[in-house]
């Protein structure tokens, strides 16, 4: 059993930054995909990226060369850089690993951590 605990979501202006993080505690393996998804009020989750078991990382076209996900294997802890954020990035960010099928960032994901707010103002 995996458990996913974010964290480092808030409150910004328009072209701020912020950092998130995810906390991976229990069976955690390294080779397992890892990503972060958001939800908007009264829409879909979406994927925004994902880095898959061999390190490869892949970005949903409304982030690309905004956000960056990395990983810290020996701590278990996935990040996400917001840079540039825009009044439309807001929304519950979740974090999710083993990946199970589909494709990297609309396919199905075992475990899902709770969600942390980004929320940004124009």
């Known amino acids: 059993q995996v458990q996913l605990v974010e964290s480092g979501g808030g409150s910004v202006q328009a072209g701020g930054s912020l950092r998130l993080s995810c906390v991976a505690s229990?069976?955690?393996?390294?080779?397992?995909?890892m990503g972060w998804f958001r939800q908007a009020l009264g829409k879909e989750r979406e994927g925004v990226a994902v880095v898959d078991s061999i390190g490869r990382t892949h970005y949903a076209d409304p982030v690309k060369g905004r956000f960056t996900i990395s990983k810290d294997d020996a701590k278990n802890i996935l990040y996400l850089h917001l840079n540039s954020l825009k009044p439309e990035d807001s929304a519950m960010y979740y974090c999710?690993?083993?990946?199970?099928?589909?494709?990297?960032?609309?396919?199905?994901?075992?475990?899902w951590g709770q969600g942390t707010q980004v929320t940004v103002s124009s």
């Open positions: 229990g069976s955690v393996y390294r080779s397992y995909t």
């Open positions: 999710a690993a083993y990946f199970e099928g589909g494709s990297w960032l609309s396919g199905t994901y075992k475990y």
